[in-house]
């Protein structure tokens, strides 16, 4: 099995050095501020890639991940906002579809209104309706 040495000099077999490498590489994201849940999704596939990374490299991977996480987040608030927004304009029309149907159940009353007047006038022998 392949042997790495940890900070101290002390030889670490594979799995001790992969989780070495995932619990630094989450205490340096979670630093940054990004989500314990978003490094936990990442920290599998990162932790491959960075377990021989030299420290400027090491740097690199945890600023690039921790531009994702921001990519991501903005993302979702952009997705919140949409949905608020959606949901807002469905109530307007929703709203604005009621005012339709009460203008329309108005102007039926007004055309049966009319329409009896007219009857009448005709009835009378007037050409006139006013």
Known sequence: ??????????????????????DRLRRDLEARGVDPLFADAVLTRVA????????PSWEAIVEGVEVAYRVHRNGQES??????????????VDDFGGELK????GLKMLAAYLSRMRK?????????LH
């Open 1 to 22: 099995m392949a042997r790495k040495q940890d900070g101290s000099g002390a030889e670490l077999d594979g799995v001790e050095a992969g989780a070495e490498v995932r």
């Open 48 to 55: 491959l890639v960075s377990s021989d990374a030299a420290e």
């Open 79 to 92: 997705l919140r906002r949409s949905l608020r927004d959606l949901s807002e304009l469905s109530r307007l």
């Open 102 to 105: 009460k203008l329309d159940e």
């Open 120 to 128: 009448q006038v005709c009835s009378e022998g007037r050409q006139i």
